[in-house]
């Protein structure tokens, strides 16, 4: 199993002026530059550090958020595919549906492959609800232009004889021929985010590896299920390759120290979700029969209740306990046995998967605690993840 | 309602009344709050409802995808129909297909009549002409769209399943052919001297989301227009006040053409 360590790179110190959404309207004066400064640093030294640590290293990007500062998720990679050696470098990614020009996607991707000499993982995301007002793309296409871009994006990276013309529903170009093309052929992995059996079945399909995030222990299943189902009706090999699951991970010589940490990343969950609820669900961007429940449910949204517990019960994340979080599924935390007992029973629960998309930081957890927190899992849970047959 | 063919577009067109032609373009929302006016047209009208493509859960070829198709297809049912003299009658994005469909001809059209209109920018690329009702709060939304909220507007909680599909479709199709730019045709101002009709401009009084001042604007961009207020009204005066509304059309509709 691989293992990559994500940051979202929150700047945490504008979140106690925070009302009612961190997101979209949150002004910028709220955000110290010099501050922000020293938090890009000591993150960034974080991902360095995972190059020694043999964990790999996952970005991603939001906008107009106090809860993650990496508005660009090739920017911090950039500087991490010369910083780093040896781990791969996954961008889990590129809102492709909500970026104006997908020739400019594929020649980021491109560079970064080739400055890290072929370590380059690229995602593609939908992006959440809230990431259509910073845009301000059309919702009620997004799928649509999401997958324009994909088939875009590819056929240049994998185009190697000159320019061509694509001149589609949402792009148009006449001269396409991106320099530099990719070190890895015919491309660097595709990986998507899901939150459904349905976006996990066009995944699948595609053969795209999917990431899974914060869907626990009752909505995984199904989402891993549907990919398999699909994988195997268009004939992919079905590998647990193809399937990641992420986790806030706190881990520590006990219990207690361990449990600590989790609780500050899970300050991740606490917040990312506290948004004003008319960005929840913007007209045409969920289907139409979630969009017709959220109405009837007005106000809250059809986020609302995406978090339940082992047995069913919704959980608010922003009052969520660390022990809830266990038992949600949503995190691994406490000892490195603790953190490895879970892993296993999770890994058994959803039917296997090949990579683990670690949260080792979140929320106000310190450098220091970030480090010790990473160093301890490479030592104690990292040598045990063969155990589990991938 | 009956179904239509115009190219690969099969159309949803509800008509009643007899007499001189009406077609009415419905806005993004609250179509089914609109009963109690059409009822009132058909008695005076023969009227034709149109629901536009993929709104009501109704199907749109993929093709399909702008204010100018729809103003095409409108043009087409014009012509589809044999229908002349025919009194248009646009609301709020109806009003924008309507002015889209004058610019291009009003050959089968002798009256115009707009009610809180969009779909024109005025003001500059700094100032919002139309209220972002995707960014405010939703009880703020309601309260700039209706005069008395609490009488005119649904309540959501108590839908049924067809109704509740069919207004989240109105939403989504309302984005798709007005997200960006924002419910409004960048070129439309320059060409609506095209709009040559007598045009009723007809506002509410109270709206919020486009206010009076902006339809007294649309007014004076057109050669032929007049303007009137509906007290004790909103975004939707039809719906706030159906019998004034009606009666502005009618008097409109029927009086003399201008030499």
Redesign the interface.
């Known amino acids: 199993m691989k293992v990559w360590h994500f940051s979202e790179m929150a700047y945490h110190p504008a979140w106690p002026e925070v009302r009612d959404s961190y997101r979209v309207v949150i002004p910028n004066r709220l955000y110290d530059p010099k501050i922000g400064a020293d938090l890009y640093h000591r993150y960034l030294d974080e991902w360095a550090l995972c190059d020694e640590l043999g964990i790999n290293i996952m970005t991603n990007e939001h906008h107009a958020t106090a809860t993650c500062a990496d508005s660009v998720c090739t920017i911090p990679m950039a500087i991490l595919a010369r910083e780093t050696k040896k781990v791969r470098l996954l961008a889990l990614g590129m809102p492709i549906g909500n970026r104006n020009d997908p020739i400019r996607v594929a020649e980021e991707y491109s560079m970064l492959d080739v400055i890290s000499r072929g370590r380059l993982e690229m995602g593609f995301v939908k992006g959440v609800p809230f990431e259509i007002?910073p845009a301000?793309?059309?919702?009620?296409?997004l799928m649509d232009r999401f997958w324009e871009a994909h088939d875009l994006i590819l056929k240049a990276m994998t185009t190697h004889d000159g320019p061509f013309n694509w001149e589609g529903?949402h792009f148009h170009y006449r001269s396409v021929n991106v320099w530099p093309r990719p070190w890895q052929q015919p491309h660097p992995p595709i990986w998507m985010p899901v939150g459904s059996p349905g976006s996990a079945a066009e995944a699948a399909e595609r053969g795209i590896t999917i990431g899974v995030l914060n869907t626990g222990w009752v909505r995984t299943p199904p989402i891993f299920e549907a990919y398999r189902k699909r994988a195997a009706e268009a004939s992919r090999p079905i590998m647990p390759e193809r399937l990641a699951y992420m986790a806030l991970i706190g881990v520590g010589n006990t219990r207690e120290e361990g449990q600590r940490r989790a609780d500050q990343i899970l300050d991740y969950s606490r917040t990312s979700g506290v948004v004003?609820?008319?960005?929840m669900n913007?007209?045409?961007y969920a289907s139409?029969?979630q969009?017709?429940?959220?109405?009837?449910?007005?106000?809250a949204g059809f986020r609302a209740g995406r978090i339940q517990s082992r047995d069913g019960r919704a959980i608010d994340p922003r009052r969520m306990t660390v022990d809830d979080a266990i038992d949600a599924g949503l995190s691994f935390a406490g000892t490195p046995d603790d953190v490895f007992d879970q892993l296993r029973a999770f890994y058994d629960h959803v039917g296997g998967f090949g990579h683990l998309l670690m949260m080792g930081q979140g929320g106000l957890l310190s450098h220091e605690e970030t480090v010790a927190n990473l160093t301890l899992f490479s030592k104690a849970v990292l040598p045990r993840l063969a155990e589990l047959g991938v | 309602m009956e179904r239509i063919q115009i190219g690969d577009v099969s159309l949803g067109v509800s008509t009643a009344g007899v007499g001189r032609p009406l077609l009415f373009l419905h806005g993004g929302d609250y179509f089914t709050q609109h009963q109690g006016f059409l009822h009132i047209l058909a008695g005076r009208w023969r009227v034709l409802i149109p629901r536009h493509p993929g709104f009501g859960?109704s199907e749109r070829p993929?093709w399909f995808?702008s204010v100018h198709d729809l103003a095409y297809l409108y043009l087409d049912l014009l012509d589809h129909q044999g229908l002349s003299d025919v009194v248009l009658v646009g609301s709020s994005f109806g009003g924008w297909l309507a002015l889209e469909m004058c610019i291009r001809s009003v050959e089968r059209i002798s009256r115009l009549a707009l009610i809180d209109t969009l779909g024109v920018k005025f003001g500059g690329r700094e100032q919002r002409d139309i209220a972002d009702i995707?960014?405010?709060?939703?009880d703020e939304?309601l309260q700039r769209t209706f005069f008395a909220p609490e009488r005119a507007a649904p309540d959501?909680?108590r839908?049924d399943?067809a109704e509740?599909?069919s207004?989240?479709?109105d939403?989504?199709?309302?984005?798709?052919y007005g997200?960006?730019p924002y419910m409004h045709d960048p070129g439309l101002r320059r060409w609506l001297h095209r709009v040559r009709v007598p045009t009723l401009v007809l506002w509410g009084q109270s709206d919020g989301i486009v206010p009076s001042d902006y339809g007294e604007r649309l007014c004076r961009s057109l050669p032929d227009a007049r303007f009137e207020l509906i007290p004790a009204a909103g975004h939707y005066p039809q719906i706030e006040q159906p019998e004034q509304v009606a009666d502005a059309i009618e008097r409109f509709g029927r009086a003399e053409v201008k030499p």
Do not use: E, H, K
């Open positions: 007002s301000n793309t059309n919702p009620a296409d529903t004003a609820p008319q960005f913007p007209p045409g139409v029969a969009s017709a429940q959220a109405l009837r449910t007005s106000g | 859960g993929d995808r995707y960014a405010l709060p939703a939304v959501y909680s839908l399943d509740a599909v207004i989240a479709s939403r989504a199709a309302t984005a798709l997200w960006r």
